[in-house]
């Protein structure tokens, strides 16, 4: 008969050396935590599985069952309980994107909030040095490696054809599916209005725009190009699919979001131009009339986009949630931004729930202004606290659109507004505000 050569497991042995008991567990939780930092830190696979081999085996290699119980719950409870840093993608772009993204990225930092931000220079220098908009795999590395994506913008002169504005800024839109493009028109102080008597409890309403279809498909072509004959189509795309969802999505963020004061919000207005463009309008009609009957807490109201334009400017007060297609949202948000107290204050996001989702600025890269320290950084600003709350981090953002009010207030603000500093000096005072109020 053949003996084993293997020691029998001997229990009491390790229970008289409480060091030895130890150093299992130690190396297990070691592993583990290198395992979280190559999951979390790293989208480099081969990281990843050795970090996994090294796990099980320190696992396995002890063998007080018991023991293996408790180390588990050890094990699960840090991985809890250890901070989990939202990866967060920052690309400036164009002009004044790199002037104002830098403030926003300070403000960040000064809020505390756990991030990881990583900066690519995706816009026009880049594409004028080697003629790359977005690298190979670019936009399937963002939607992998980070939880959201910090833009600023992109437009530049010496690009006439905006060839990488179209790839980079409309990739990220149509390729990573962000369909809806959530822009909120809040007025911080009544002294940013340029309407009589509008207070900030006045302005409080939200643009949903469908972000994926219609004219900027660039559907279409030229027919008999440069004679007097010449034609050129451009095809508004609406799919049942995709203005089904952008419905859906404002009906739902009518009952999820409340108002600044705190009152529910109550009212989804569809605006369109259906008496004009019938077959497209009466898609919206049909789809709206549909999934409205699904909220019927909600009151699902309708406006012509020239009539909204006016009622923006006679009585703004009258608006809750807007949903509208991708160019009606373009153009009633510039108009909005107006009632906000103009481009450099408003804020949006490029969302696609559950997806990584893109924060911007409403306002563009604006070449007569660039590089000369006079940009607005609030847009961007509001920005980064709207990012900030949509991936978890509620009370930086809230920190921060608290300084952001407190800035207007003081007239802490660029000249556009009203106020005497410049991007850096209004940025830098933000961040200040931000750092003194306390941690999150
Ligand atoms: P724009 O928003 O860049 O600027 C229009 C004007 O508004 C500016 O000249 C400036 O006077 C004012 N303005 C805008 N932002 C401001 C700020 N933060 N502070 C102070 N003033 C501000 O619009 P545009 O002039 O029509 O477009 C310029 C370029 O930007 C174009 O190439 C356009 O395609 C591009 N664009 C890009 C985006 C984007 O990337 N998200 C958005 C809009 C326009
Ligand atoms: C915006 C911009 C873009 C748009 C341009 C730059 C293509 O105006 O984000 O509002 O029309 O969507
Ligand atoms: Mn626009």
Not at 396 to 403: D, N, Q, S, V, Y
Request: charged share 25%.
């Amino acid at each position: 008969m053949r003996v084993s050569a293997r020691k029998p497991y001997n229990h009491r042995r390790h229970a008289r050396r409480p060091l030895g008991l130890l150093r299992t567990p130690v190396a297990s939780l070691t592993a583990l935590w290198r395992y979280y930092r190559a999951f979390y830190t790293s989208s480099k696979s081969a990281l990843w599985i050795l970090a996994t081999v090294e796990y099980a085996l320190s696992y396995y290699s002890y063998k007080l069952i018991r023991t293996h119980v408790t180390h588990f719950k050890m094990c699960v409870l840090l991985f809890l309980t250890v901070e989990q840093k939202k990866r967060i993608a920052v690309i400036a772009g164009d002009g004044i994107g790199r002037e104002v993204i830098p403030e926003a990225v300070n403000v960040i930092k000064a809020s505390g909030a756990a991030v990881e931000l990583t900066d690519f220079d995706w816009g026009a220098e880049r594409y004028l040095g080697d003629g790359v908009t977005v690298p190979p795999d670019g936009f399937a590395m963002l939607g992998r490696d980070f939880d959201a994506i910090l833009v600023g913008a992109f437009g530049d002169p010496r690009v006439p054809s905006n060839i990488h504005a179209k790839e980079i800024l409309l990739g990220m839109r149509f390729k990573m599916d962000l369909y809806a493009n959530v822009r909120p028109v809040r007025l911080l102080d009544a002294s940013l209005c340029p309407l009589k008597g509008i207070e900030p409890k006045d302005l409080d309403f939200v643009v949903i725009r469908e972000n994926t279809e219609g004219v900027y498909v660039d559907a279409g072509g030229v027919f008999k190009q440069g004679t007097p004959d010449e034609i050129a189509v451009q095809e508004d795309i609406n799919s049942r699919k995709g203005v089904e969802r952008i419905i859906r999505y404002a009906f739902e963020y009518c009952e999820r979001h409340k108002k600044q004061d705190g009152s529910p919000r109550k009212r989804v207005l569809m605006c369109d131009k259906s008496n004009a463009m019938s077959y497209a309008g009466g898609l919206w009609q049909r789809v709206f009339k549909e999934v409205g009957r699904e909220y019927p807490q909600i009151a699902a109201e309708h406006m012509y986009v020239d009539a909204l334009c006016t009622q923006m400017v006679r009585d703004p007060r009258q608006f809750d949630v807007i949903v509208t297609n991708n160019m009606f949202g373009d153009i009633i948000t510039d108009l909005a931004a107006g009632l906000q107290g103009g481009l450099g204050m408003a804020a949006s996001g490029n969302i696609h729930p559950g997806k990584t989702s893109m924060f911007e600025p409403v306002h563009g890269s604006a070449p007569p202004i660039a590089g000369k320290d006079v940009a607005n950084p609030l847009g961007a600003i509001l920005t980064a606290a709207m990012m900030l709350g949509h991936v978890g981090l509620a009370r930086e953002a809230e920190k921060i659109e608290g300084a952001v009010i407190e800035a207007v207030r003081q007239k802490k603000i660029t000249q556009d507004i009203g106020g005497s500093l410049g991007t850096r000096e209004a940025g830098e005072w933000v961040a200040r505000r931000v750092s003194q109020s306390g941690p999150s």
